[in-house]
């Protein structure tokens, strides 16, 4: 069935420094690809979403690239700091059809002070 | 985005009791879901809420175990019966109001003894 890879699972960074997670999925028809950040004790919080006919889209410190024929999307974080710090997950969504939405396996981000 | 509200926040439980998990918004929603995150886990989707209908259940879960209501397009619950230990774990309620980004509740913290 339709997967999502998620990778790395831990990362450490220190403070300042830029975070980079990435996703691959395997249903060519997925279209949508949000990404969400949840804190411990917290329910998932969307942070920036792409769709499909956008490659690259920034909010402030946090980008989404997406790579339509590789089927790859990555999360950047520049100048991270330590409320960065949580698991953040990624998501592919196929609107077509049935609706269908597909997690990653999650990556827990550390920001070193 | 939505305001979803879950109740309870936490509960700790005995084993072969049931507890019923609601989940309100805070204005209309097209689609509410239930999903499972077991601890240091992804999101698991338990079934879909149907307003008017029986849950649509994702393979591995079935409406005996974990039944679910929708009797209007701002409110659902979710019972888990007969509980085991297997069954600790957070619950989330999960809406999509237009499109197709989902939002989450803060989640359901439930411990069984």
């Known amino acids: 069935g339709e997967n999502v890879e998620q990778h790395p699972s831990t990362l450490s960074v220190q403070e300042g420094d830029s975070a980079v997670i990435k996703c691959t999925y395997s249903d060519s028809a997925s279209n949508y690809f949000p990404w969400y950040k949840q804190e411990l004790g917290k329910g998932p919080q969307l942070i920036i979403d792409?769709?499909?006919?956008?490659g690259e889209k920034k909010d402030q410190r946090i980008a989404v690239t997406l790579n339509k024929t590789a089927k790859h999307f990555s999360l950047h974080i520049t100048e991270t700091q330590p409320e960065d710090s949580a698991v953040y997950f990624c998501a592919a969504i196929t609107t077509s059809g049935t609706y269908k939405y597909i997690f990653g396996t999650g990556t827990r981000l550390k920001v070193l002070a | 985005s939505a305001v979803i509200s879950q109740k309870p926040s936490r509960d700790i439980c005995q084993r072969g009791t049931s507890l019923t998990i609601q989940c309100q918004v805070d204005?209309?929603?097209?689609?509410m879901f239930w999903y499972r995150q077991q601890p240091g886990q992804s999101l698991t989707l338990i079934a879909t809420?149907?307003?008017?209908?029986?849950?649509?259940?994702e393979s591995g879960f079935v409406i005996d175990k974990f039944p679910i209501s929708r009797p209007n397009l701002t409110f659902s619950t979710l019972t888990v019966s007969n509980m085991s230990p297997e069954d600790s774990s957070i619950y989330l309620c999960s809406v999509v109001r237009a499109g197709e980004t989902q939002y989450f509740g803060p989640g359901t913290r439930l411990l069984v003894l």
């Open positions: 204005s209309q929603v097209t689609m």
């Open positions: 809420a149907n307003q008017g209908s029986e849950a649509t259940y």
């Open positions: 792409i769709r499909s006919n956008v």
